[in-house]
């Protein structure tokens, strides 16, 4: 599974982008797709997530009310709306996907990850 993440950009604060992930395919054993940030210096964190065959989604608190994360299936696509952008949320954000998975924050329970999108959010 190879993952491509796209829309990142440079926006004022409160400003939106809306982000995509594409896999080149999907299996029946992909439960999750997840959405990641790093900023420089700090570890890699969970935003958002949805489990693929029912849509469940799953928030950073930082990010609940802003973001919102959806899919198209017929598309193998995953997408992020973010919203009321503020400057701490400027990274690196990247997708991942899970085959299986304990807990759907960490890091490790993703088994495949795209190559990122910078998101820089200018005061």
């Known amino acids: 599974v190879q993952l491509q993440a796209s829309g990142g950009g440079l926006v004022q604060a409160g400003g939106s982008l809306k982000l995509a992930c594409t896999a080149s395919?999907?299996?029946?054993?992909?439960?999750?797709m997840g959405w990641f940030r790093q900023a420089p210096g700090t570890e890699r964190e969970f935003v958002a997530g949805?489990?693929?065959?029912?849509?469940?989604?799953y928030y950073a608190e930082s990010v609940k009310g802003r973001f919102t994360i959806s899919r198209d299936s017929a598309k193998n696509t995953v997408y992020l709306q973010v919203n009321s952008l503020k400057p701490e949320d400027t990274a690196v954000y990247y997708c991942?996907?899970?085959?299986?998975?304990?807990?759907?924050?960490?890091?490790?329970?993703?088994?495949?990850w795209g190559q990122g999108t910078l998101v820089t959010v200018s005061s």
């Open positions: 395919r999907l299996t029946t054993s992909t439960n999750l």
């Open positions: 949805i489990r693929w065959r029912d849509g469940f989604r």
């Open positions: 991942a996907a899970a085959r299986h998975y304990n807990d759907h924050t960490m890091p490790a329970s993703y088994h495949y």
